[in-house]
């Protein structure tokens, strides 16, 4: 199995910056997607980027192109994500997620416990 642990979320001003940290352990072999989601109160948890950890292709969700970007560390099998000029709508609480399959913008399996990010106007 697959664990991954978030970090970095916290309180940010809107037009700041931030950068959520993703730690993969275990059966980090099988993996070959890594991406992120999010939640926001009262909806649907939604895609937000993704990578390819053997190609390094990446995904992103129309809504968030231009200012999040998604990297990987492989050897620390970790993924980042660099969130710059955050606005309020992007409060939620951001999510990694692993796939066994190299399947961009989908989630898989393995998810961590999720991580907060606040924006203050």
């Known amino acids: 199995q697959v664990q991954l642990v978030e970090s970095g979320g916290g309180l940010v001003q809107a037009g700041g910056s931030l950068r959520l940290s993703c730690v993969a352990s275990g059966r980090t072999d099988i993996i070959s997607t890594m991406s992120w989601f999010r939640q926001a109160p009262g909806k649907e948890r939604e895609f937000v980027a993704a990578?390819?950890?053997?190609?390094?292709?990446?995904y992103y969700a129309n809504s968030v192109k231009g200012q999040l970007t998604i990297s990987l560390d492989n050897a620390k099998s970790t993924v980042h994500l660099q969130m710059n000029n955050p606005q309020p709508e992007d409060a939620a609480v951001y999510y990694c997620n692993a796939n066994s399959q190299a399947i961009l913008g989908r989630p898989g399996d393995f998810w961590g416990q999720g991580t907060q990010v606040t924006i203050s106007s």
């Open positions: 990578m390819n950890r053997r190609t390094g292709a990446t």
